[in-house]
């Protein structure tokens, strides 16, 4: 039986994600990238890089606080983008509230990570 590790899995998955999303992209790709275009890509690629280097423990909890404080850690520099270069003021204020909220859950979660850290882990199935 042909088995994957998760961690090629998720990798098999992203760059499946990123090879459509370029094809998708069409002529746009053949333009040479903007210094935004450039910074949005590098934060897009250290979240996957961080999610997908993220240890899987077998426990739900802190199996999803290690994928999504890098997820949400993308999202904040990705918001932080768009309020540095980005004029609509409707996206900037969306991007302030990223900034804000996905902020302060990474600080949940990563207080809520100490707290399982420190207690006996409990798989579950």
Known sequence: MFSLDSKLLR???????LAVATIASGPNIARAATTFDAA???????????????PMTGDPDRDFV??????HRGAVAM????????????LRRLAQEI?????????????IARDLTSSP?????
């Open 66 to 71: 290690a994928m999504m404080v890098p997820h």
């Open 11 to 17: 990798t098999s998955v992203i760059t499946v994600i």
């Open 121 to 125: 882990m409990k798989v579950r199935k």
């Open 79 to 90: 918001a932080e983008l768009e309020l540095a270069s980005g004029h609509d003021p409707r």
């Open 99 to 111: 900034v804000v909220t996905q902020g302060s859950e990474i600080d949940v979660m990563r207080a």
């Open 40 to 54: 949005m890509m590098s934060a897009m690629t250290q979240m996957d890089g961080a999610m997908v280097a993220a």
